[in-house]
């Protein structure tokens, strides 16, 4: 049997009045257990972070119920904590202090709190930096101060909104292991956590159970078991597929994906090229599509307010639609939730949605396993071109390394060496 932590009750979240008033979270309802990891996922603005405030009992919800190990909340609940993207430290305090001083509300002695910031410090690997001041330290090493403070209070339920986004990928990926060994192995008193994230495979990486949501108005769509023993590879083949359908489901997408996408050089099938466009005037598209709120576009119109020709427009469509961004029926485009978070995300962020788009499609799949089997994972283009060569004439084998590595770079999938006519996979791809 497993024990309720929390529950929401077909909650409703209205904000402004008169005729600005409107409903940013409609009757939600979700249960999180005890030993539960559960990621919330959803384009910006649908409601996350307002759920995660009416949880902790920073904000009270329109209507509805918020029950906390069976009662109903009233103010604010003691038993959670909410970590949020970029940590606010106190600038003129020690690492050990501005963690030491969380526990200082809780009433703990001086001696006991410095001995347990110490320790907290250890766990998330910041032994030796007790005595330094937060500007003296990188974002990441911030965020795991942000982390420590967190735990420090002991929360049964930590709440994170986005607590990777503002990192690098390399720290937020340490972080992000370090944060599943402290849950994992029990080394925190967390009774479950309950994190917002754009990014899938980050979602499938952590969480038990996905839950994702869609706006105007926010809503709960879907929920997405993953039941993946720790730690897991990213590169197992059940770990891509809870990634595809999670995708599919942020992407909108009904029809059975092989017809959609094509398939991969060497397979039965067609293999559909990828249309030349830039990443730039994607992201132009996108973001005027997210341009006051979500709605059906007529094709025809957005020629003239792109100021591009229908070529490049189609060429456009084409790439958001093979990407999961967009959506086309009867001459109009409309975003699908992965779209509208891509349109809203931060440069880095829009990398990650990006990367994880982008690596399903059938051509760029086809390459990332050569690159994987090559060796040193490394290949001349000049062997992509011959392997190539059996699907597409010359000229467009050409065109479509070019797209490639142009969509293969900006993904941060893989390096191209100019001078040598190579490509070589990024660290971890
Ligand atoms: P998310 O975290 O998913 O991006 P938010 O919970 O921040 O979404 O916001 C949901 C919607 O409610 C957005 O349209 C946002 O502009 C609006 N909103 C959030 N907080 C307030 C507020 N305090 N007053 C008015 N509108 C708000
Ligand atoms: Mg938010």
Redesign the pocket.
Known sequence: MTEALLQLEHVFQS??AGVRRFT?VENVNLNLSVGEFVALL?P???????LLRIIAGLQKATQGKVLYRGQQLEGVNPHTSIIFQTFALFPWLTVLENVSLALKAKGVEKHERDKKAEDLLDRVGLDGFESAYPRELSGGMRQKVGFARAMAVEPELLCMDEPFSALDVLSAESLRGELLELWTEGKIPTKAILM?SHNIEEAVFLADRIVVMDKEP?RIIAEHKIDLPHPRNRKSVEFQNHVDQVYAVLAGQTRPEKEELGTAPGEVGITRHLPEVEISDLAGLLENLAEGGNQKHDIYLLEDKLGITSDQLLKLTEAAELLGFSSIAKGDIELTALGQAFADASILARKEIFASCVRRIPLMRWLLSMLHSAEDRRLKIEVILTALSLDFSTEEAEKQIEVLIKWGRYGELFVYDDDQEMIELEEGR
């Open positions: 904000y402004g940013a959803g910006s603005g649908c409601g996350k972070s307002t917002v926010g």
